[in-house]
Protein backbone atom coordinates (compact mmCIF):
# COMPACT_ATOMS: atom_id res chain seq x y z
CA UNK A 1 0.00 0.00 0.00
CA UNK A 2 1.71 3.42 -0.73
CA UNK A 3 2.25 6.04 2.21
CA UNK A 4 -0.25 7.74 1.58
CA UNK A 5 -4.66 6.58 1.05
CA UNK A 6 -6.13 8.01 -1.26
CA UNK A 7 -8.52 10.94 -0.68
CA UNK A 8 -12.06 9.97 0.25
CA UNK A 9 -13.42 11.65 -2.69
CA UNK A 10 -11.44 10.68 -4.71
CA UNK A 11 -12.19 7.04 -3.62
CA UNK A 12 -15.76 7.72 -3.94
CA UNK A 13 -15.37 8.40 -7.76
CA UNK A 14 -12.94 5.60 -8.45
CA UNK A 15 -15.62 3.26 -6.75
CA UNK A 16 -18.74 4.70 -8.31
CA UNK A 17 -16.76 5.09 -11.73
CA UNK A 18 -15.12 0.90 -11.23
CA UNK A 19 -18.65 -0.50 -10.77
CA UNK A 20 -19.88 1.38 -14.39
CA UNK A 21 -16.89 0.42 -15.86
CA UNK A 22 -17.24 -3.36 -15.02
CA UNK A 23 -20.66 -3.67 -16.15
CA UNK A 24 -18.96 -2.33 -19.72
CA UNK A 25 -17.47 -6.09 -20.03
CA UNK A 26 -20.91 -7.73 -19.46
CA UNK A 27 -23.28 -7.77 -22.78
CA UNK A 28 -24.79 -6.02 -24.63
CA UNK A 29 -21.22 -4.05 -24.64
CA UNK A 30 -18.93 -6.62 -24.05
CA UNK A 31 -15.51 -5.20 -23.46
CA UNK A 32 -14.60 -8.06 -21.24
CA UNK A 33 -11.14 -6.79 -20.73
CA UNK A 34 -12.96 -4.01 -18.50
CA UNK A 35 -13.90 -6.54 -15.73
CA UNK A 36 -10.41 -7.03 -14.05
CA UNK A 37 -10.08 -2.98 -14.45
CA UNK A 38 -13.67 -2.34 -12.51
CA UNK A 39 -11.79 -4.63 -9.85
CA UNK A 40 -8.67 -2.90 -10.17
CA UNK A 41 -10.56 0.66 -9.35
CA UNK A 42 -12.48 -0.74 -6.54
CA UNK A 43 -8.77 -2.48 -4.72
CA UNK A 44 -7.42 1.06 -5.33
CA UNK A 45 -10.25 2.87 -3.86
CA UNK A 46 -10.10 1.00 -0.74
CA UNK A 47 -6.37 1.44 0.38
CA UNK A 48 -7.08 3.29 3.17
CA UNK A 49 -7.34 1.13 6.47
CA UNK A 50 -10.60 1.83 7.48
CA UNK A 51 -13.35 -1.00 7.59
CA UNK A 52 -16.33 0.62 7.62
CA UNK A 53 -15.15 3.42 4.67
CA UNK A 54 -13.91 0.53 2.55
CA UNK A 55 -17.45 -1.36 2.79
CA UNK A 56 -19.26 1.78 1.92
CA UNK A 57 -17.04 2.04 -1.26
CA UNK A 58 -17.73 -1.18 -1.82
CA UNK A 59 -21.12 -0.53 -1.54
CA UNK A 60 -20.91 2.36 -3.77
CA UNK A 61 -19.36 -0.01 -5.90
CA UNK A 62 -21.84 -2.42 -6.50
CA UNK A 63 -24.80 0.31 -6.45
CA UNK A 64 -23.20 1.69 -10.28
CA UNK A 65 -22.53 -1.88 -10.83
CA UNK A 66 -25.93 -3.61 -10.45
CA UNK A 67 -28.39 0.04 -11.02
CA UNK A 68 -26.92 -0.49 -15.11
CA UNK A 69 -26.09 -3.99 -14.98
CA UNK A 70 -30.08 -5.35 -14.24
CA UNK A 71 -31.51 -2.13 -15.38
CA UNK A 72 -33.90 -5.14 -17.50
CA UNK A 73 -35.44 -5.17 -13.94
CA UNK A 74 -36.78 -1.69 -13.97
CA UNK A 75 -38.18 -2.36 -17.24
CA UNK A 76 -39.88 -5.33 -16.22
CA UNK A 77 -41.29 -4.48 -12.49
CA UNK A 78 -40.51 -0.57 -11.94
CA UNK A 79 -37.80 1.74 -9.90
CA UNK A 80 -38.50 0.40 -6.27
CA UNK A 81 -38.11 -3.40 -6.76
CA UNK A 82 -35.08 -2.63 -9.18
CA UNK A 83 -33.33 -0.55 -6.86
CA UNK A 84 -33.78 -2.77 -3.46
CA UNK A 85 -32.35 -5.74 -5.79
CA UNK A 86 -29.16 -3.51 -6.53
CA UNK A 87 -28.81 -2.26 -3.21
CA UNK A 88 -29.08 -5.48 -1.66
CA UNK A 89 -26.76 -7.19 -4.01
CA UNK A 90 -24.10 -4.52 -3.21
CA UNK A 91 -24.11 -5.18 0.21
CA UNK A 92 -22.38 -7.90 -0.34
CA UNK A 93 -19.36 -6.38 -2.39
CA UNK A 94 -19.47 -3.89 1.03
CA UNK A 95 -19.31 -7.14 2.84
CA UNK A 96 -15.74 -8.34 0.93
CA UNK A 97 -14.46 -5.02 1.50
CA UNK A 98 -14.61 -5.12 5.16
CA UNK A 99 -13.38 -8.43 5.38
CA UNK A 100 -10.79 -7.46 3.31
CA UNK A 101 -9.70 -4.26 4.85
CA UNK A 102 -9.09 -6.78 8.01
CA UNK A 103 -7.62 -9.55 6.35
CA UNK A 104 -4.72 -7.49 4.93
CA UNK A 105 -3.81 -6.27 8.83
CA UNK A 106 -2.55 -9.75 8.92
CA UNK A 107 1.18 -8.91 9.19
CA UNK A 108 2.09 -11.99 6.44
CA UNK A 109 -0.46 -10.82 4.02
CA UNK A 110 0.30 -7.17 4.13
CA UNK A 111 3.55 -7.58 3.33
CA UNK A 112 3.31 -10.26 0.54
CA UNK A 113 1.78 -9.06 -2.87
CA UNK A 114 1.04 -12.50 -3.89
CA UNK A 115 -0.72 -12.92 -0.50
CA UNK A 116 -2.63 -10.24 -0.84
CA UNK A 117 -4.32 -10.91 -4.52
CA UNK A 118 -5.02 -14.61 -3.48
CA UNK A 119 -6.75 -12.76 -0.57
CA UNK A 120 -8.67 -10.16 -2.02
CA UNK A 121 -9.51 -12.80 -5.14
CA UNK A 122 -10.93 -15.49 -2.83
CA UNK A 123 -12.95 -13.33 -0.90
CA UNK A 124 -14.32 -11.54 -3.36
CA UNK A 125 -15.41 -15.00 -5.03
CA UNK A 126 -16.53 -16.23 -1.39
CA UNK A 127 -19.19 -12.94 -1.48
CA UNK A 128 -20.42 -14.37 -5.11
CA UNK A 129 -21.35 -17.52 -3.59
CA UNK A 130 -23.17 -16.10 -0.72
CA UNK A 131 -24.83 -13.95 -2.65
CA UNK A 132 -26.21 -16.69 -5.18
CA UNK A 133 -27.08 -19.01 -2.23
CA UNK A 134 -29.02 -16.33 -0.19
CA UNK A 135 -31.37 -14.77 0.60
CA UNK A 136 -34.53 -16.59 -0.94
CA UNK A 137 -31.76 -19.18 -2.84
CA UNK A 138 -30.02 -16.43 -4.01
CA UNK A 139 -29.07 -14.35 -7.17
CA UNK A 140 -26.19 -15.05 -8.86
CA UNK A 141 -26.82 -12.37 -11.94
CA UNK A 142 -23.24 -9.89 -12.28
CA UNK A 143 -20.71 -12.73 -11.40
CA UNK A 144 -17.45 -12.01 -12.86
CA UNK A 145 -17.09 -15.24 -14.93
CA UNK A 146 -20.83 -14.18 -16.74
CA UNK A 147 -18.77 -11.12 -18.35
CA UNK A 148 -15.69 -13.51 -20.26
CA UNK A 149 -18.18 -15.76 -22.47
CA UNK A 150 -15.94 -14.21 -25.41
CA UNK A 151 -12.17 -14.10 -23.26
CA UNK A 152 -10.07 -16.80 -23.12
CA UNK A 153 -10.53 -16.59 -19.22
CA UNK A 154 -13.84 -18.30 -19.99
CA UNK A 155 -12.63 -21.55 -21.05
CA UNK A 156 -11.13 -22.07 -17.31
CA UNK A 157 -15.07 -22.69 -16.76
CA UNK A 158 -13.77 -26.12 -18.08
CA UNK A 159 -11.21 -26.79 -14.75
CA UNK A 160 -13.35 -25.81 -12.32
CA UNK A 161 -16.71 -23.72 -13.15
CA UNK A 162 -17.58 -20.19 -12.69
CA UNK A 163 -15.88 -19.11 -9.65
CA UNK A 164 -12.41 -20.14 -10.91
CA UNK A 165 -13.61 -17.59 -13.78
CA UNK A 166 -14.19 -15.06 -11.56
CA UNK A 167 -11.25 -15.77 -9.21
CA UNK A 168 -9.03 -15.30 -12.14
CA UNK A 169 -10.83 -11.98 -13.49
CA UNK A 170 -10.26 -10.50 -9.83
CA UNK A 171 -6.48 -11.48 -9.30
CA UNK A 172 -5.81 -9.94 -12.62
CA UNK A 173 -7.42 -6.79 -11.67
CA UNK A 174 -5.82 -6.81 -7.87
CA UNK A 175 -2.73 -7.22 -10.10
CA UNK A 176 -3.50 -4.10 -12.13
CA UNK A 177 -4.21 -2.22 -8.99
CA UNK A 178 -0.85 -3.84 -7.46
CA UNK A 179 0.98 -2.18 -10.78
CA UNK A 180 -0.41 0.92 -10.38
CA UNK A 181 0.30 1.37 -6.29
CA UNK A 182 4.14 0.39 -7.02
CA UNK A 183 3.96 3.06 -10.51
CA UNK A 184 3.46 5.63 -7.98
CA UNK A 185 6.17 4.40 -5.28
CA UNK A 186 8.33 3.80 -8.45
CA UNK A 187 8.92 0.25 -8.15
CA UNK A 188 9.66 -0.67 -11.48
CA UNK A 189 9.88 -4.37 -11.00
CA UNK A 190 6.81 -4.75 -9.18
CA UNK A 191 5.15 -2.83 -11.83
CA UNK A 192 6.75 -5.49 -14.52
CA UNK A 193 5.98 -8.21 -12.41
CA UNK A 194 2.62 -7.77 -11.63
CA UNK A 195 1.77 -6.45 -15.30
CA UNK A 196 3.18 -9.77 -16.59
CA UNK A 197 1.13 -11.97 -14.17
CA UNK A 198 -1.87 -10.01 -14.95
CA UNK A 199 -1.35 -10.89 -18.84
CA UNK A 200 -0.98 -14.22 -17.78
CA UNK A 201 -3.84 -15.32 -16.03
CA UNK A 202 -5.63 -13.15 -18.80
CA UNK A 203 -4.85 -15.87 -21.60
CA UNK A 204 -3.71 -18.93 -19.00
CA UNK A 205 -7.36 -20.30 -20.76
CA UNK A 206 -6.02 -21.01 -24.24
CA UNK A 207 -4.21 -23.95 -22.73
CA UNK A 208 -7.13 -25.39 -21.70
CA UNK A 209 -8.80 -28.59 -24.16
CA UNK A 210 -11.70 -27.56 -24.76
CA UNK A 211 -13.58 -30.38 -26.96
CA UNK A 212 -15.92 -30.19 -29.54
CA UNK A 213 -16.35 -33.46 -31.71
CA UNK A 214 -19.36 -35.70 -31.23
CA UNK A 215 -18.94 -38.36 -28.46
CA UNK A 216 -22.31 -40.14 -28.92
CA UNK A 217 -23.71 -39.12 -32.51
CA UNK A 218 -25.39 -35.75 -33.23
CA UNK A 219 -29.53 -34.48 -33.09
CA UNK A 220 -30.73 -32.77 -36.08
CA UNK A 221 -32.65 -29.81 -33.97
CA UNK A 222 -35.00 -27.69 -34.57
CA UNK A 223 -35.75 -24.50 -32.34
CA UNK A 224 -38.29 -22.13 -32.29
CA UNK A 225 -38.73 -18.33 -31.73
CA UNK A 226 -42.18 -17.82 -31.89
CA UNK A 227 -41.75 -13.46 -31.01
CA UNK A 228 -45.20 -11.34 -29.64
CA UNK A 229 -47.14 -8.71 -30.77
CA UNK A 230 -46.49 -6.95 -27.34
CA UNK A 231 -42.95 -6.86 -24.99
CA UNK A 232 -43.09 -6.13 -21.78
CA UNK A 233 -45.41 -7.42 -18.54
CA UNK A 234 -48.43 -7.23 -21.36
CA UNK A 235 -46.72 -10.35 -23.45
CA UNK A 236 -49.27 -13.05 -23.04
CA UNK A 237 -52.82 -10.76 -23.02
CA UNK A 238 -53.56 -12.13 -26.42
CA UNK A 239 -55.51 -15.08 -26.45
CA UNK A 240 -53.17 -17.99 -28.10
CA UNK A 241 -51.00 -15.40 -29.32
CA UNK A 242 -47.97 -17.01 -28.55
CA UNK A 243 -48.91 -21.14 -28.90
CA UNK A 244 -50.16 -19.94 -32.52
CA UNK A 245 -46.63 -17.97 -33.14
CA UNK A 246 -44.65 -21.23 -31.86
CA UNK A 247 -47.17 -23.49 -34.38
CA UNK A 248 -46.74 -21.49 -37.04
CA UNK A 249 -42.67 -21.26 -36.69
CA UNK A 250 -42.80 -25.31 -36.21
CA UNK A 251 -44.54 -25.60 -39.86
CA UNK A 252 -42.15 -23.02 -41.12
CA UNK A 253 -39.23 -25.23 -40.60
CA UNK A 254 -40.37 -27.30 -43.20
CA UNK A 255 -39.41 -24.87 -45.53
CA UNK A 256 -36.03 -25.87 -45.08
CA UNK A 257 -36.45 -29.53 -44.02
CA UNK A 258 -38.31 -32.45 -45.02
CA UNK A 259 -40.72 -34.42 -42.39
CA UNK A 260 -38.92 -36.36 -40.21
CA UNK A 261 -35.73 -34.83 -40.50
CA UNK A 262 -35.15 -33.65 -37.50
CA UNK A 263 -34.82 -35.19 -34.34
CA UNK A 264 -36.50 -32.72 -32.13
CA UNK A 265 -37.79 -29.75 -32.59
CA UNK A 266 -37.34 -27.07 -29.17
CA UNK A 267 -39.86 -24.32 -28.18
CA UNK A 268 -39.07 -22.23 -25.27
CA UNK A 269 -40.38 -21.28 -21.72
CA UNK A 270 -44.11 -20.43 -22.31
CA UNK A 271 -44.02 -21.26 -25.62
CA UNK A 272 -47.29 -22.41 -25.25
CA UNK A 273 -49.37 -20.10 -23.21
CA UNK A 274 -51.94 -23.03 -22.47
CA UNK A 275 -51.26 -26.01 -20.76
CA UNK A 276 -51.44 -29.00 -23.72
CA UNK A 277 -52.46 -31.60 -21.14
CA UNK A 278 -55.77 -29.59 -20.36
CA UNK A 279 -56.40 -27.65 -22.96
CA UNK A 280 -57.61 -29.88 -26.01
CA UNK A 281 -57.33 -27.31 -28.61
CA UNK A 282 -53.89 -26.51 -27.46
CA UNK A 283 -52.93 -30.28 -27.75
CA UNK A 284 -54.97 -30.84 -30.88
CA UNK A 285 -52.74 -27.66 -32.38
CA UNK A 286 -48.96 -29.06 -30.68
CA UNK A 287 -49.73 -32.27 -32.09
CA UNK A 288 -50.84 -31.77 -35.94
CA UNK A 289 -47.38 -29.80 -35.57
CA UNK A 290 -45.52 -32.44 -34.42
CA UNK A 291 -46.53 -35.10 -36.78
CA UNK A 292 -46.42 -32.60 -39.89
CA UNK A 293 -42.54 -31.90 -39.38
CA UNK A 294 -42.43 -36.04 -37.55
CA UNK A 295 -40.79 -35.23 -34.69
CA UNK A 296 -40.84 -34.78 -30.62
CA UNK A 297 -41.40 -31.18 -29.36
CA UNK A 298 -40.00 -29.60 -26.21
CA UNK A 299 -43.00 -27.17 -25.06
CA UNK A 300 -42.45 -24.78 -22.60
CA UNK A 301 -45.98 -24.57 -20.28
CA UNK A 302 -47.46 -23.96 -17.17
CA UNK A 303 -49.08 -26.76 -14.87
CA UNK A 304 -51.64 -25.77 -12.65
CA UNK A 305 -52.16 -28.55 -10.03
CA UNK A 306 -55.60 -29.05 -8.43
CA UNK A 307 -53.65 -28.25 -4.93
CA UNK A 308 -52.98 -24.57 -6.15
CA UNK A 309 -49.91 -22.70 -7.56
CA UNK A 310 -48.47 -23.99 -10.93
CA UNK A 311 -45.13 -25.22 -12.45
CA UNK A 312 -43.22 -24.23 -15.11
CA UNK A 313 -42.94 -27.36 -16.59
CA UNK A 314 -40.88 -28.95 -20.49
CA UNK A 315 -43.08 -31.46 -21.28
CA UNK A 316 -41.43 -33.46 -24.12
CA UNK A 317 -44.37 -33.90 -26.66
CA UNK A 318 -44.61 -37.01 -28.77
CA UNK A 319 -46.52 -36.46 -31.92
CA UNK A 320 -49.64 -39.04 -31.67
CA UNK A 321 -48.95 -39.90 -27.94
CA UNK A 322 -48.39 -36.33 -26.00
CA UNK A 323 -46.49 -35.50 -23.56
CA UNK A 324 -43.90 -39.01 -22.96
CA UNK A 325 -41.38 -36.65 -20.12
CA UNK A 326 -41.63 -33.62 -17.97
CA UNK A 327 -39.58 -31.57 -16.24
CA UNK A 328 -40.50 -28.93 -14.09
CA UNK A 329 -38.62 -25.63 -12.92
CA UNK A 330 -36.56 -26.07 -10.04
CA UNK A 331 -35.57 -22.17 -8.82
CA UNK A 332 -38.83 -20.23 -9.38
CA UNK A 333 -37.34 -16.69 -9.34
CA UNK A 334 -38.29 -15.21 -5.76
CA UNK A 335 -40.34 -11.80 -6.24
CA UNK A 336 -41.16 -12.22 -10.00
CA UNK A 337 -43.03 -16.00 -10.24
CA UNK A 338 -43.99 -16.35 -6.44
CA UNK A 339 -43.50 -13.74 -3.94
CA UNK A 340 -41.77 -14.74 -0.30
CA UNK A 341 -43.24 -12.04 2.30
CA UNK A 342 -45.83 -10.46 0.37
CA UNK A 343 -47.61 -8.76 2.88
CA UNK A 344 -44.19 -7.08 4.25
CA UNK A 345 -43.36 -6.01 0.40
CA UNK A 346 -46.40 -4.83 -0.92
CA UNK A 347 -46.02 -1.38 0.94
CA UNK A 348 -42.90 -0.81 -1.02
CA UNK A 349 -44.25 -2.06 -4.36
CA UNK A 350 -47.64 -3.37 -5.63
CA UNK A 351 -46.15 -5.08 -8.51
CA UNK A 352 -46.32 -8.12 -5.92
CA UNK A 353 -49.98 -8.15 -6.61
CA UNK A 354 -48.76 -9.03 -10.23
CA UNK A 355 -48.29 -12.51 -9.44
CA UNK A 356 -51.77 -14.12 -8.56
CA UNK A 357 -50.77 -17.50 -8.43
CA UNK A 358 -47.41 -18.58 -6.98
CA UNK A 359 -45.04 -20.88 -8.64
CA UNK A 360 -44.38 -23.92 -7.39
CA UNK A 361 -40.43 -25.36 -7.32
CA UNK A 362 -40.13 -28.60 -8.85
CA UNK A 363 -37.95 -31.43 -7.33
CA UNK A 364 -36.48 -33.26 -9.82
CA UNK A 365 -33.02 -33.26 -11.94
CA UNK A 366 -33.61 -31.02 -15.34
CA UNK A 367 -33.37 -34.04 -17.88
CA UNK A 368 -35.76 -35.22 -20.07
CA UNK A 369 -35.33 -38.78 -22.10
CA UNK A 370 -35.72 -38.65 -25.76
CA UNK A 371 -36.52 -41.88 -27.51
CA UNK A 372 -34.37 -41.64 -30.75
CA UNK A 373 -35.06 -43.72 -33.21
CA UNK A 374 -32.18 -42.55 -35.63
CA UNK A 375 -29.86 -43.39 -33.28
CA UNK A 376 -32.09 -46.23 -32.10
CA UNK A 377 -31.56 -45.45 -28.05
CA UNK A 378 -32.52 -42.75 -25.94
CA UNK A 379 -30.89 -39.73 -25.68
CA UNK A 380 -30.30 -37.46 -22.34
CA UNK A 381 -31.30 -33.68 -22.71
CA UNK A 382 -30.32 -31.10 -19.83
CA UNK A 383 -33.18 -28.77 -19.34
CA UNK A 384 -32.40 -25.89 -17.82
CA UNK A 385 -35.44 -23.36 -17.65
CA UNK A 386 -34.96 -19.19 -17.71
CA UNK A 387 -32.58 -17.92 -14.98
CA UNK A 388 -31.54 -21.56 -13.72
CA UNK A 389 -28.92 -20.97 -15.95
CA UNK A 390 -27.42 -18.47 -13.02
CA UNK A 391 -27.12 -21.64 -10.85
CA UNK A 392 -24.22 -23.75 -10.78
CA UNK A 393 -25.49 -26.49 -9.29
CA UNK A 394 -29.20 -27.12 -11.52
CA UNK A 395 -26.72 -27.15 -14.43
CA UNK A 396 -24.09 -28.86 -13.30
CA UNK A 397 -26.76 -32.07 -11.50
CA UNK A 398 -28.33 -32.09 -15.14
CA UNK A 399 -24.84 -33.20 -16.81
CA UNK A 400 -24.27 -35.30 -13.89
CA UNK A 401 -27.22 -37.48 -14.46
CA UNK A 402 -26.46 -38.31 -18.17
CA UNK A 403 -27.47 -35.36 -19.89
CA UNK A 404 -25.81 -34.93 -23.32
CA UNK A 405 -26.46 -31.67 -24.55
CA UNK A 406 -28.36 -28.81 -22.77
CA UNK A 407 -31.54 -26.52 -23.63
CA UNK A 408 -32.09 -23.62 -21.93
CA UNK A 409 -36.06 -22.95 -22.08
CA UNK A 410 -35.99 -18.85 -21.41
CA UNK A 411 -38.95 -16.07 -21.90
CA UNK A 412 -37.55 -13.22 -22.41
CA UNK A 413 -40.76 -11.20 -23.41
CA UNK A 414 -40.98 -9.03 -20.30
CA UNK A 415 -37.63 -7.69 -20.28
CA UNK A 416 -37.94 -5.56 -24.03
CA UNK A 417 -34.79 -3.98 -25.58
CA UNK A 418 -32.65 -4.95 -22.55
CA UNK A 419 -29.29 -6.56 -22.28
CA UNK A 420 -30.98 -9.00 -20.14
CA UNK A 421 -31.57 -12.10 -22.99
CA UNK A 422 -27.75 -11.27 -24.29
CA UNK A 423 -27.17 -11.30 -20.56
CA UNK A 424 -28.24 -14.98 -20.37
CA UNK A 425 -26.56 -16.30 -23.47
CA UNK A 426 -23.19 -15.29 -22.08
CA UNK A 427 -24.34 -17.34 -19.09
CA UNK A 428 -25.46 -20.06 -21.56
CA UNK A 429 -21.66 -19.72 -23.72
CA UNK A 430 -19.66 -20.24 -20.07
CA UNK A 431 -22.11 -23.57 -19.16
CA UNK A 432 -20.98 -25.15 -22.66
CA UNK A 433 -17.41 -24.68 -21.82
CA UNK A 434 -18.11 -25.74 -18.42
CA UNK A 435 -19.68 -28.87 -18.86
CA UNK A 436 -18.24 -29.52 -22.34
CA UNK A 437 -22.17 -29.82 -23.50
CA UNK A 438 -23.27 -28.16 -27.04
CA UNK A 439 -26.39 -25.62 -25.33
CA UNK A 440 -29.41 -24.66 -27.04
CA UNK A 441 -30.92 -21.31 -25.67
CA UNK A 442 -33.96 -20.67 -27.32
CA UNK A 443 -36.41 -17.73 -26.21
CA UNK A 444 -39.73 -16.44 -27.10
CA UNK A 445 -38.49 -13.54 -28.29
CA UNK A 446 -34.58 -13.46 -29.13
CA UNK A 447 -31.84 -13.50 -28.70
CA UNK A 448 -31.89 -17.59 -29.09
CA UNK A 449 -29.03 -19.07 -30.35
CA UNK A 450 -26.86 -22.77 -30.78
CA UNK A 451 -23.53 -23.04 -28.94
CA UNK A 452 -20.79 -25.36 -29.83
CA UNK A 453 -19.19 -27.36 -26.67
CA UNK A 454 -16.09 -25.00 -26.14
CA UNK A 455 -19.08 -21.66 -26.09
CA UNK A 456 -18.98 -20.54 -29.69
CA UNK A 457 -21.55 -19.16 -31.10
CA UNK A 458 -23.20 -21.46 -34.01
CA UNK A 459 -26.26 -19.78 -35.16
CA UNK A 460 -27.85 -16.74 -33.41
CA UNK A 461 -31.28 -14.57 -33.58
CA UNK A 462 -31.98 -11.50 -33.66
CA UNK A 463 -34.05 -10.16 -30.50
CA UNK A 464 -38.40 -9.54 -31.28
CA UNK A 465 -38.08 -11.56 -34.62
CA UNK A 466 -39.62 -14.04 -35.33
CA UNK A 467 -37.04 -17.02 -36.34
CA UNK A 468 -35.57 -20.64 -36.29
CA UNK A 469 -32.60 -22.35 -36.18
CA UNK A 470 -31.84 -25.91 -37.61
CA UNK A 471 -28.76 -27.48 -36.50
CA UNK A 472 -26.81 -30.92 -36.30
CA UNK A 473 -25.82 -30.41 -32.38
CA UNK A 474 -23.18 -32.86 -31.25
CA UNK A 475 -23.71 -35.06 -28.63
CA UNK A 476 -21.33 -35.64 -25.58
CA UNK A 477 -20.60 -38.10 -22.56
CA UNK A 478 -17.04 -36.87 -21.44
CA UNK A 479 -17.08 -35.68 -17.78
CA UNK A 480 -15.29 -32.40 -17.37
CA UNK A 481 -13.28 -31.41 -14.31
CA UNK A 482 -15.46 -28.60 -13.57
CA UNK A 483 -18.49 -31.35 -13.17
CA UNK A 484 -17.00 -33.81 -11.27
CA UNK A 485 -15.24 -31.35 -8.20
CA UNK A 486 -17.96 -28.72 -9.09
CA UNK A 487 -19.90 -29.43 -5.73
CA UNK A 488 -16.79 -29.16 -3.17
CA UNK A 489 -15.71 -25.85 -4.89
CA UNK A 490 -17.85 -23.24 -3.16
CA UNK A 491 -17.05 -25.02 0.29
CA UNK A 492 -13.19 -24.71 -0.80
CA UNK A 493 -13.91 -20.85 -1.32
CA UNK A 494 -15.89 -20.69 1.88
CA UNK A 495 -13.36 -22.97 3.62
CA UNK A 496 -10.43 -20.18 2.65
CA UNK A 497 -12.35 -17.27 4.02
CA UNK A 498 -12.73 -18.84 6.53
CA UNK A 499 -9.31 -19.02 7.47
CA UNK A 500 -8.67 -15.83 6.42
CA UNK A 501 -10.98 -14.56 8.65
CA UNK A 502 -9.37 -16.40 11.68
CA UNK A 503 -6.08 -15.22 10.49
CA UNK A 504 -7.85 -11.69 10.77
CA UNK A 505 -9.03 -12.26 14.32
CA UNK A 506 -5.60 -13.51 15.67
CA UNK A 507 -3.76 -10.53 13.82
CA UNK A 508 -6.39 -7.95 15.63
CA UNK A 509 -5.93 -9.43 18.99
CA UNK A 510 -2.61 -9.12 18.67
CA UNK A 511 -2.35 -5.80 17.60
CA UNK A 512 -4.31 -5.05 20.56
CA UNK A 513 -2.04 -6.87 23.39
CA UNK A 514 0.60 -4.81 21.78
CA UNK A 515 -1.21 -1.35 22.29
CA UNK A 516 -2.17 -2.61 25.81
CA UNK A 517 1.09 -3.18 26.24
CA UNK A 518 2.66 -0.27 24.65
CA UNK A 519 0.01 1.94 26.91
CA UNK A 520 1.27 0.12 29.99
CA UNK A 521 4.86 1.01 29.64
CA UNK A 522 3.96 4.69 29.10
CA UNK A 523 2.09 4.59 32.20
CA UNK A 524 4.08 2.78 34.67
CA UNK A 525 5.71 4.97 37.59
CA UNK A 526 9.16 5.71 37.59
CA UNK A 527 11.25 3.36 40.40
CA UNK A 528 11.80 5.10 43.80
CA UNK A 529 15.05 4.55 45.52
CA UNK A 530 15.55 1.46 47.67
CA UNK A 531 14.85 1.55 51.44
CA UNK A 532 18.39 0.34 52.09
CA UNK A 533 19.81 3.07 50.34
CA UNK A 534 21.67 5.77 52.42
CA UNK A 535 20.24 9.09 52.34
CA UNK A 536 21.82 12.04 50.93
CA UNK A 537 24.18 13.65 52.98
CA UNK A 538 23.26 16.98 54.25
Known amino acids: MPARPVPRLLALLLAAAGGLVTDLAFPDTGIWVL???????LFLAGNRDAPWWNALLGVVWGVTFFLRHIQWAQYAVGDVPWIALSVLEALFIGVVMLVWTWVRRVPRIGRSVLLQVLSFSTLFVAGEVARSAVPFGGFPWGRLAFSQAESALGRLAWVAGAPLVSFAVAAAGALLAVAVLAMLRVQLITVGASLIAAVAILAVGLAVPLGTQAESGTLAVGAVQGNVSKPGLDAFENRREVLTNHVDGTYSL???VDQGDLDIVLWPENGSDYDPQVDAEAARDIDDAAAAVGAPILVGAQEFPESGGRYNVGLLWEPGVGVVDRYAKQHPAPFAEYIPIRELVRPFSSAVDLVTNDMIAGTEVGVVDLDSERLGRTVSIGDVICFEIAYDGLVRDSVAAGAEMLVVQTNNASFGPTAESTQQLAMSQIRAMETGRATVQISTVGVSAVIAPNGTIVSRTG???HEQMIEDVALRTSTTPAVAIGPAVPWVVLAATLALLVA?????????????????GRGAPRSRPSAGRSAPKK
Request: cysteine-free.
Open 504 to 520: AVGAGAQRRRERAAEVT
Open 254 to 256: LDS
Open 463 to 465: LFT
Open 35 to 41: APVGVAM
